[in-house]
Nanobody
Framework: QVQLLESGGGLVQAGESLRLSCAVS????????MGWFRQAPGKDREFVAG????????DYAPSVKGRFTISRDDLKNVVTLQMNSLKPEDTAVYYC???????????????????WGQGTQVTVSS
């Protein structure tokens, strides 16, 4: 059974950067398509960024494209989300997720993902 543990959240000012990490244990990260989602208070959980199973394709929500970067380190078994030029509307709990389905592309839907981390809080002040 795979386990996901997020870290790196915190409180920053608008315009600053944060780097979130998702440590994958129990199985190689290369066995999964990985995604980052976020949920702000009173809102639904939404897709932020994803990387496909083979690690050669990524995609982003329009609201973060050009500011966030998802990457994967197979040796360390870690997926990271580099977040630059943060805005107050990026404030949310950020979740890492893994999808074990054999599929070549990036996975976007919440229901596609089998495993979830506990989340890490990101707060961006104006």
């Amino acid at each position: 059974q795979v386990q996901l543990l997020e870290s790196g959240g915190g409180l920053v000012q608008a315009g600053e950067s944060l780097r979130l990490s998702c440590a994958v244990s129990g199985r190689s990260v290369a066995s999964y398509a990985m995604g980052w989602f976020r949920q702000a208070p009173g809102k639904d959980r939404e897709f932020v960024a994803g990387i496909n199973r083979s690690g050669d394709s990524t995609d982003y929500a329009p609201s973060v494209k050009g500011r966030f970067t998802i990457s994967r380190d197979d040796l360390k078994n870690v997926v990271t989300l580099q977040m630059n030029s943060l805005k107050p509307e990026d404030t949310a709990v950020y979740y890492c997720a893994a999808d074990s389905t054999i599929f070549p592309g990036v996975r976007y839907g919440l229901k596609r993902y089998d495993f979830w981390g506990q989340g890490t809080q990101v707060t961006v002040s104006s």
